[in-house]
């Protein structure tokens, strides 16, 4: 019998979302006649914009001729794609990248989970708490997290950042050594964001502690503030640490098609176990080679038609649709007394449990008492015991409908 990869057995049971279906299920065949609204799941509910439906169907027929037949692409991406990425998401901003720093794939979530990867095995990670869990359980499986502690509801090895109301969400830099540290923001689930200056302060440390910040920016395009950075990249001498992840998931609709891009700076330098500086970006050229090759050409056409005059004007109506959702639950809440963040420039909001309740009480008296469904903020970590994560996703008639029925609780 072949020996398994021990290291996979230190992960959890992914918990939290079975959890909720679970305690959904049993909901719904205790009462089958409730009519459940989900602002749990972050997933967009729209129809994607028409511009890259076009880009779509028009690439699926030249894929038909003969003459303009695609086959294997560049596994890095198109460069029709990659200068789209430069020019709209960069150029624009005063940010100098090039092209062979840009590596586009099918997600985010492979490239946040396979970028650890290419550091050595005892690199030490640090990360936001309350956390996206991919970033966790990937260095889990690689073996770096330590044993898991069931009394402090986390991993031995990892420096975990509390990131709560006390500290304004603004985590404190680790006050050990971190080698890699994952930044999400604007944050999921949290909902909140840094200014230029706070962000400043973590690219500082990172060159003052020779750290690398692995920076997921899936949610930049919720941005709504002028002090908010849209990219790490805007912070002077950040591509000397910093490789930043972007994805068109929640962007303009992309989450069953798929593509993102991660952008590796040709200045970022790691070392070798000689002390010789080796470039990160080769690194990663060399892993994505390897194992991926490329997003389809018809997902590159669709994804380059978001960068087009009527591709930004669409996606930027699909924002606007559900920054109106988060608005009509934040003010919704607000309205109600709960203590509620996020949800100005990202589609979370998240809100601090009433009543003292714990995180899973909180979810059951929601399904019970207004059958809304939403995510336990302890799910994402022990920090975010006694809050709660409602997303922006949904319909607008259901987001009102949920509001209301939240008004009418006693909390
Ligand atoms: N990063 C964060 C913070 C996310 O919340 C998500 C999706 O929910 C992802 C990455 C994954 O994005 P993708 O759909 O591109 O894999």
Known sequence: MAQINQNFLELQGSYLFSEIAKRRTKFIQENPNAEII???????????????????????????????????????????LVNAIIEGDYKSRGIDIQSNEVFVSDGSKCDVGNIQEIFSQDSIVAVQDPVYPVYVDTNVMAGRSGSFNKDKNQYENIVYLPSNAENNFKPSLPQSKADLIYLCYPNNPTGTTLTKDELKAWVDYAKANNSIIL?????????REEDVPHSI????????????????????????????????????????????????????????????NGVSYVTQRGAAAI?????????????????????????????????????????????????????????????????????????????????????????????????????????
């Open 38 to 80: 989900s602002l749990g799941i972050g997933d967009v509910t729209l129809g994607l914009p028409e511009a890259i439906t076009k880009a779509m169907h028009s690439a699926v027929d030249e894929l038909a001729s003969p003459g303009s037949f695609r086959g294997y692409g560049p596994e890095q991406g198109y460069d029709f």
């Open 215 to 223: 920076y997921d920016s899936a949610y930049e395009a919720f941005i």
């Open 233 to 292: 990249y805007e912070i002077e001498g950040a591509k000397e640490v910093a490789i930043e992840f972007r994805s068109f998931s929640k962007t303009a609709g992309f989450t069953g098609v798929r593509c993102a891009y991660t952008v590796v700076p040709r200045e970022l330098k790691g070392r070798d176990a000689s002390g010789n500086e080796v470039l990160v970006n080769d690194l990663w050229n060399r892993r994505h080679t390897t194992k991926f």
């Open 307 to 411: 960068y087009s005059p009527e591709g930004q004007a669409q996606i930027a109506e699909l924002v606007d649709y559900y920054m109106t959702n988060a608005a009509i639950i934040r003010d919704g809440l607000k309205s109600l007394g709960l203590e509620v963040y996020g949800g100005v420039n990202a589609p979370y909001i998240w809100l601090k449990t009433p009543s003292g309740l714990d995180s899973w009480a909180f979810f059951d008296k929601l399904l019970s008492e207004a059958n809304i469904v939403g995510t336990p903020g302890v799910g994402f970590g022990q920090s975010g015991q006694g809050y709660f994560r409602l997303t922006a996703f949904g319909s607008r008639e259901n987001t009102e409908k949920a509001v209301e029925r939240i008004r009418k609780l006693s909390l």
